[in-house]
């Protein structure tokens, strides 16, 4: 399935982003939360009430990272810096997979 949005997302849509790929990847909402270093209901209050009403950057950088989708689905603004320099466009490929692999490896452990 393919996720329309307009960038960056606000709260409704950055929370219905998320919520759509924790449904597609059969992804729990406890063991995100946990990755973030959050409760374990953290992410399912997120999603299902609205609280909070955003992510912190870093959540959201983090839950990016792992799903391998801009921040700008989670709420990031468009204006906000790059983590990394954006002229090391092929390295940058090779992290983001280095770390989405390393985020995965993190959350093992917390799978049920």
């Known amino acids: 399935m393919m996720i329309r949005i307009t960038l960056p997302a606000d ?16 992804e729990p909402f406890a063991d995100l939360s946990r990755m973030i270093d959050r409760p374990p209901g953290y992410l399912r209050e997120y999603v299902k009430k609205g609280r909070p009403q955003r992510l912190a950057e870093r959540e959201a ?15 990031v603004p468009l204006d906000v810096a790059p983590e990394r320099p954006a002229g090391a466009l092929l390295r940058q490929r ?19």
């Open 11 to 26: 709260g409704p849509e950055a929370r219905a982003n998320l919520a759509r790929l924790i449904d597609e990847r059969g």
């Open 61 to 75: 950088r983090d839950l990016a990272r792992y799903f391998r989708v801009e921040p700008q689905l989670f709420g």
């Open 94 to 112: 090779d992290l983001d997979e280095l770390d989405a692999l390393a985020l995965e490896a993190e959350l093992a452990p917390y799978r049920t």
